[in-house]
């Protein structure tokens, strides 16, 4: 992957969250932007793909009633249009980070996430697990159903790491679908709180209406 066609940037006050998409072709055009109830979709044209990018914040007060200090989320809707090979990759990482900061991976509720914090303050940056995914793909629900025994294989499609999670997308056939989300948010550190981790457990169906995405 050489080519970032896409890049979206966060400013945090542990470090910069950067949302992007790399391509190892370098052929991008932007084909349409619309503003959504709760977000700003941008559509588009790849060599091989028709990619919608949705960039939104997370919906206050949380499930359980509590705020925070900030949030964005991201979620690519790819659409393989044509033959053509291209290879892409979705990546959410933090970079720039603050001096003495800690890194964790929390994993679990149907999501893989990181958590990065100091003394201060603390972020967590999330995706969608291989439990999600293979729950998706058994219905053909933006995730192909014949990728659904290939979901749990090692590498197969999401990489997590300290500072980063990336989602390489599988050879796709025409006409099929992916929908792949990372969201992040972040508020002061309290030790009786997880309200951050709580911002980015996140379902798709509640994204959706959240954000006033039509589910096709």
């Known amino acids: 992957m050489k080519n970032d ?7 945090t006050p542990i470090g910069i969250v950067v949302c992007g998409l790399k391509s190892d072709k370098s052929r991008i055009a932007l084909v349409n932007h619309n503003k959504l109830q ?11 793909y028709e990619i919608e990018l949705i960039d939104f914040k997370l919906e206050l007060p949380l499930i359980n009633g509590d705020s925070l200090t900030d949030s964005n989320g991201w979620i690519w809707r790819i659409i393989k249009t044509n033959d053509n090979c291209e290879n892409l990759e979705m990546y959410c990482e933090i970079i720039d980070a603050v001096y003495c900061v800690d890194y964790d991976i929390a994993t679990g509720e149907n999501l893989d996430a990181i958590e990065i914090s100091n003394n201060e303050w603390i972020l967590n940056i999330s995706t969608e697990d291989y439990d999600a995914l293979k729950a998706r793909a058994i219905h053909d629900d933006w995730f192909p159903n014949r990728f659904v025994n290939k979901i749990n ?6 990489k997590l790491e300290k500072n980063r999670l990336s989602t390489r997308i599988p050879n796709l056939i025409k006409g099929e679908r992916l929908h792949v989300q990372y969201l992040t948010a972040y508020d002061r550190k309290q030790s009786d709180k997880v309200n951050t981790w709580i911002a980015v457990d996140q379902y798709i169906r509640d994204l959706e209406k959240w954000i ?5």
């Open 5 to 11: 066609l896409i890049i979206k940037r966060f400013e």
């Open 38 to 48: 709760n977000g700003i979709s941008e559509l588009y044209q790849t060599v091989g």
């Open 212 to 216: 006033g995405i039509e589910n096709k």
């Open 153 to 158: 294989e090692s590498n197969f499609l999401a």
